[in-house]
């Protein structure tokens, strides 16, 4: 079975661009979440969708967005990027929102 | 206070040795506990979950629970060098986020 799918794997943006992340879950998997990973960090919440609803959110700014399609793929939407937006950003699928497992990652660098 | 807190390290230890990381949360309604483990420029990986007070082994890994103290810990026996890796503590109060420390980070010296 397929892991967890997510594209790109690497991007360059330019400030005050915008970016769309995509995320594939594990086949059977209803929830995904999406997590920002700054060097030395822990990864740090930023929304989790179960069954194409929203179930939480986290302590980010309105530039971030993001969306679950009926195929329980997501996407995940940065608007007006800021240097600081330069991270690892994972996507995990789950069963139910606990147990979780990763993707590879997109590494977005903001110039 | 942070949520979920860790020890950053590094842990350094012998090959052969066993290592033991730790973990403390601050949300008493906390039900569910992970430890992962992360290679430099990798994601995070599911290594040992647990859900009730005691201890659970997997191999060379055993996860202990202890809620009345709000603590986590991962052993790691028979260490070796290929186990170096940052190991991450996640925490999650049911249908939730699960919450992340910031990792220790784990030297395996041959």
């Known amino acids: 079975d397929a892991g967890v799918t997510q594209s790109p794997t690497h991007l360059i943006k330019t400030r005050g661009q915008h970016v769309t992340l995509r995320c594939s879950p594990i086949s059977g998997h209803k929830s995904v979440s999406w997590y920002q990973q700054v060097l030395g960090q822990g990864p740090q919440f930023i929304f989790q969708y179960y069954e194409k609803e929203e179930r939480g959110r986290g302590n980010f700014p309105d530039r971030f967005s993001a969306r679950q399609f009926p195929n329980y793929s997501s996407e995940l939407n940065v608007n007006a990027l800021l240097l600081g937006d330069s991270a690892l950003y994972l996507c995990?699928?789950?069963?139910?929102?606990?147990?979780?497992?990763f993707g590879q990652g997109t590494r977005l660098t903001v110039v | 206070q942070k949520e979920v807190e860790q020890n950053s390290g590094p842990l350094s230890v012998p090959e052969g040795a066993i290592a033991s990381l730790n973990c403390t949360y601050s949300d008493r309604g906390s039900q569910s506990f992970f430890w992962y483990r992360q290679y430099s420029g990798k994601s995070p990986e599911l290594i040992m979950s647990?859900?009730?007070?005691g201890d659970k082994e997997d191999g060379r890994f055993t996860a202990q629970l202890n809620k009345a103290s709000q603590y986590v810990s991962l052993l790691i026996r028979d260490s070796h060098p290929s186990d170096s890796a940052t190991y991450l503590c996640a925490v999650s109060g049911g249908y939730q986020k699960v919450t992340f420390g910031t990792g220790t980070k784990l030297q395996v010296i041959p």
């Open positions: 647990i859900y009730s007070n």
């Open positions: 995990a699928s789950s069963e139910t929102g606990q147990k979780a497992f």
